[in-house]
């Protein structure tokens, strides 16, 4: 049985992590057999550094920079962290599931996530602050504290509002026309979705449970790209389940 760990909403079993909602389809996707254990943000480095999962960067300071998504395998006892990694194993481990990095594109594919994925941090920005607002307040009061010392301003700061919402709307727009350019068909190489259409769909479904559906924030992007990025998400909504 493989563990997924992932971090709590105020609504129990609500999953809401873009970043985490990348290996969560992964595992969805292979429809391997998992269970979730939910971990405060204020506890993810000690967890790591417990079961031996290393930093996944590196702080200004120098010191390690833990993060979730991680996973166990009681397979094989192993602990790990790190979305392209993760993928990489559960390909390597599970060979009788669907591949999500086919054999031959490692380099393509990480080439495709590390090129395109920053174009997607307007979005993820604007729902920041609602971070804050949809966990536990253990997490939210952490997350708060943390980030605005990181980035030298209140999460709020972060919320564009008048004109400056409508340039950052456009701003995405133009982003994602660059992504789309990367579809040729259904998914990015094909009938069948690979890792990059995960990574992408995390954020667009993590937005959009941040949010909310009818926000006028969400409302806009689903209509960007002739409503390319609603279509990505109905189009994986078999592997939308959190177990």
């Known amino acids: 049985m493989l563990t997924f760990y992932d971090i709590p909403s105020k609504v129990p079993g609500q999953a809401w992590s873009p970043t985490n909602w990348k290996v969560r389809f992964v595992l969805n ?60 194993y559960l390909d390597k481990t599970y060979p009788d599931t669907p591949v999500v990095i086919p054999a031959g594109t490692e ?66 727009k133009n982003g994602l026309e660059e992504i789309n350019a990367l579809y040729k068909g259904k998914f990015i190489m094909g009938d069948n979705p690979t890792l990059p259409d995960f990574v992408f769909a995390a954020t667009f479904l993590g937005v959009k449970i941040l949010l909310g559906e009818e926000s006028d924030v969400w409302t806009e992007v689903a209509k960007f790209q002739g409503g390319k990025w609603a279509r990505l998400l109905d189009d994986l909504k078999d592997f939308q389940g959190v177990f």
């Open 107 to 172: 380099t393509l594919v990480k080439e495709i996530v590390d090129t395109n994925f920053p174009k997607l941090h307007p979005l993820i920005m604007i729902a920041f602050y609602e971070i804050t607002q949809i966990t536990n307040p253990v997490s939210g009061d952490y997350f708060e504290r943390t980030r605005s010392a990181f980035f030298g301003k209140p999460l709020k700061d972060f919320v564009p509002t008048g004109e400056a919402k409508v340039q950052t709307l456009e701003q995405i």
């Open 29 to 88: 996707y292979k429809q391997l057999e998992y269970k979730t254990e939910w971990i405060e943000y204020p506890d993810i480095e000690a967890f790591c550094k417990e079961y031996g999962i290393p930093p996944t960067a590196t702080k200004p300071d120098g010191t390690g920079y833990y993060t979730l998504p991680a996973i166990h395998d009681d397979k094989t006892g192993i602990y790990m962290a790190d979305t392209f990694p993760i993928a990489q």
